[in-house]
């Protein structure tokens, strides 16, 4: 498999962009992490990786939006973004995550990235703007993946994303990305309506057939202002998520992401750990990209650095997150964000002004931690990077209390079994 997955690196790319891609993401990439874990010992603070909502606007209007996709349109001008940037190249930071709405409607973000050709991007996007054009610069640029969303077939995509015709144009823009051999990632919020059409091998097969070289599952989060929880995964489905994503690694040649789970198939949150926090279009500094809370935003005067070390809303999300659970808090215990809130006074990070009610509504449900369930890694690959790059960093280690553990499944009458653990064996 790692020969198969090598090979396709080797002859499916552009060279000059698979070797940007390792010297920027990967050998910088483990820099940056070695230098976060060096700052940890002595008790200072600055994420290894940082994510950024340029702007808010989006052409569809996808099922469980938590962006103000429809108020009117804000972003992160060039020099606040090139800014934002220059200071977390300093502390020695080379990856960037760019989310929005949907980035490539910010009329500058072309600049942004040749502006900062030292460092790589991974763009969140719909793939309806990556035209000819648009391709032909990502690959001179040669520091920018196109990460794109696909949600489901023709039928499914329409009706999760709020317009007609939505995986045709997507998979247009897949297609041009891959004709310019641009390095390709998907990603699919894996909820009920695609679960059984996306998590299985023939989908897989089609990705790496067409060229992609990544993919990434993540589960549907039901926040927001229209949260559809109807859509959210029971403990079993996701169960079933992890086994898929585990076992593909491990099989086929194409790599699999993920953000929730180490080595050895403990459950964490990078908002947690401090491996990233995110901000947002109007430049507030948020734990991640779904809790739209926040004291500070890279506008204020005192240095990014001086920011991330000393706030103590995100310290205290931190601490407060980890002492309670593994998961997603937003997900198990909103109580704790509200609380979280009145006692710095966040302000609330939408235009709609309604994250505090949001978050009342929202029903508990379990996220990626599920005790006595854990899965992992069979890939010898995936275990190095992880126990180096990608773990709690000692965070659950100092904070975690399984007293303080509330289990939503627990007394609930759930409507499908625990699957069985996977029985194939760990390569070597």
């Not at 809790?291 to 920011?307: N, V």
């Amino acid at each position: 498999m790692y020969f198969r997955l090598a090979r396709r690196f080797l002859t499916e790319t552009d060279k000059r962009l698979l070797a940007k891609a390792i010297w920027t993401l990967g050998v910088k990439g483990l820099l940056s992490v070695h230098k976060h874990k060096r700052r940890l010992k002595r008790g200072e603070f600055f994420p290894p990786f940082l994510y950024m909502s340029v702007i808010n606007s989006c052409n569809l209007r996808c099922q469980g939006c938590w962006v103000d996709v429809g108020a009117k349109q804000h972003k992160i001008e060039v020099d606040a973004a090139n800014e934002t940037i220059r200071q977390a190249k300093a502390m020695g930071n080379s990856f960037f995550g760019i989310l929005g709405g949907e980035p490539f409607m910010h009329k500058d973000l072309m600049k942004i990235f040749e502006q900062n050709r030292d460092v790589y991007f991974q763009v969140f996007t719909n793939g309806h703007f990556i035209t000819d054009e648009v391709a032909t610069q990502l690959r001179k640029f040669g520091n920018v993946t196109p990460l794109i969303s696909v949600e489901g077939t023709d039928v499914i995509s329409d009706t999760r994303r709020g317009r007609a015709g939505v995986l045709s144009q997507t998979m247009k823009g897949l297609e041009t990305a891959l004709k310019h051999k641009l390095l390709v990632g998907v990603c699919t919020s894996v909820c009920k309506t695609n679960l059984d059409d996306l998590v299985n091998n023939k989908w897989v097969d089609a990705l790496i057939d067409m060229g992609v070289m990544y993919c990434w599952y993540h589960i549907y989060r039901p926040v927001g202002p229209e949260p559809n929880p109807q859509l959210a995964l029971n403990s079993a489905e996701q169960r079933k998520v992890r086994q898929f994503v585990v076992d593909t690694r491990a099989t086929k040649p194409i790599i699999v992401i993920d953000a929730y789970h180490d080595d050895a198939g403990n459950a964490l949150c990078p908002a947690a750990t401090g491996f990233t926090h995110h901000i947002g279009p109007w430049g507030d500094i948020e734990p991640c990209p779904v809790i739209q809370l926040a004291t500070e935003s890279i506008h204020d005067d005192r240095p990014l650095a001086e920011t991330f070390n000393n706030s103590e809303f995100l310290r205290d999300f931190r601490e407060l997150t980890a002492q309670n659970t593994r998961g997603c808090v937003i997900m198990e215990r909103p109580d704790l964000l509200l609380d979280l809130a009145e006692k710095h006074g966040a302000r609330d990070t939408t235009v709609r002004g309604a994250v505090a009610e949001e978050l009342r509504n929202v029903e508990p449900r379990r996220s990626q931690y599920q005790p006595g369930d854990e899965i992992p890694e069979r890939s010898f690959v995936y275990r190095w990077a992880k126990k180096y790059a990608f773990n709690d960093f000692g965070t659950y280690t100092r904070h975690f209390d399984t007293a303080n553990y509330r289990d939503p499944d627990v007394g609930e009458n759930q409507s499908a079994a625990k699957q069985p653990k996977s029985d194939l064996p760990v390569l070597h």
